[in-house]
């Protein structure tokens, strides 16, 4: 992803920035119900209770998660990944690819820092910061950099410092992720005004001669758990601080002089060949109309990306097995696919985008779940009024699980199907209970047990009758 324009702020941050949502009724009606004929709304509620009641999306990020553990692109992870997943999906009988891509391919190294000066000081002692290196960063020498640090709140506060009390420094942004509205069910929004400065903070600072950029890390659950991301190289170290340590270097700056000692060691490699799964489930009258269901496969190094996002390729993968097991055989062609490098470059959809861009026209929808692991509340969706109305049988369909609001959206519902949404197809994600999700994203405790088991089942009850819904449509979705 690329910042300073509002698709490339990181993975979703378009939609994120997004206040402008406009809920679709939930209300049943006769006129709704009757907008699907009888035979599949029987299949639709079949898929349904079939996967409230299947283990198999569990099994799956279980394998990935656990057995293949974290999965950076143009790792040794990643590329088994992708073979693991490919695989799974020939046993259920589908046609699958894997399509190469030229994505990123970056490694952590070593990362520490200390304040060796500070108001207060005991002589001979420093204090340990905990931080995580995010992707723009270069290196330091191997023996670190050591310079004073100074604090702002926003790009304008930086602004005012100027030049002059800028260069030779360490910058830190220190601007809280908010809580409170992440608690009250704007998660999202709360991360799209914070990462802004993970993004371009480092590129901002650096032009005013500064020597490294901190941010606050951009998440809650504050733990002294440093949160990576995505970031604009701009030529200088660039880290993630622990909310507790940005609040340390804060509060003793505010007294007098601090400075840090700073070493990263990060390295961004030529990029290298990776893989994403394409797999179809050919559809009976028409094979040539596509749909498209999918998740990334790629995560950070720190975690093992269960809710970023091995939980989004299993449930697509779910999908493809509910349909095989109920011998549900869409007239549309269901394409499951597992994207590699969405956190740090974008380059498996940027290949699907040059490899398939005849067969646009002939895309019907694209779904993307990229939003954790939490309890399915309904669907956000980039689609014209016509299209959103006339999926609103589902939202009876999907009552007993309680995914039954629609929201429209400007941008795309996920950052892997943009190409597809940009191109006028019709965009779906997952809108997802995210109140927790920030807690754990982009940190180590993204790891299996932040899952419940039974908000997988939703989700993949609320991908599979979405995905079944547009491959098994009397007609397509309306542009």
Partial sequence: ????????????????????????????????????????????????????????????????????????????????????????????????????????????????????????????????????????????????????????????????????????????????????????GMAFEAYGEAVVYRGGGAKAVAELGAVGALIRSVGGADYRLPHTGYSVPAGIPAAALAAEDADLVEHLAAQGRVRMHLTLTPQRLPNVTGYNVVADLKGSEHPEQIVVVSGHLDSWDLGRGAIDDGAGVAVAMATAELLQRLHARPRRTLRVIAWMDEENGGGGHEAYAKAHAAEFPNHIAAIESDAGAGHPLGFYLKMSPAAIAALHPLLDILRPVGATVFRSTEYSPGSDIDPLVEAGVPGIGIIQDGRKYFDYHHTAADTLDKVDPRDLRENAAAMAVMGYALASMPEPLPR
Avoid at 100 to 107: N, R
């Fill in 1 to 184: 992803m690329r910042m300073l324009n509002l698709k490339a702020l990181t993975p979703m941050c378009a939609l994120l920035l997004s206040a402008s949502f406009a809920a679709w009724s939930q209300t049943p009606s006769p006129l709704r119900l009757a907008g699907f004929p009888k035979d599949l709304r029987d299949q639709l509620q079949g898929v349904r209770d079939a996967a409230l009641t299947s283990d198999y999306a569990w099994q799956q990020l279980a394998h990935l998660t656990e057995n293949i553990g974290p999965r950076p692109a143009g790792s040794p992870q990643a590329q088994a990944a992708a073979e693991y997943v490919a695989a799974e999906l020939r046993k259920l009988g589908l046609d699958v690819h894997l399509e190469p891509a030229q994505v990123s391919h970056w490694i952590r190294g070593e990362e520490k820092a200390q304040l060796v000066e500070y108001p207060g000081q005991a002589p001979d002692t420093t204090q340990r910061i905990v931080l995580a290196t995010i992707s723009g960063s270069s290196a330091t020498p191997v023996e670190g950099i050591t310079a004073g640090v100074v604090v702002v709140h926003n790009f304008d506060e930086l602004a005012a410092l100027g030049r002059e009390k800028v260069t030779g420094k360490i910058v830190l942004f220190n601007v809280p992720y908010d809580e409170r509205k992440a608690l009250a």
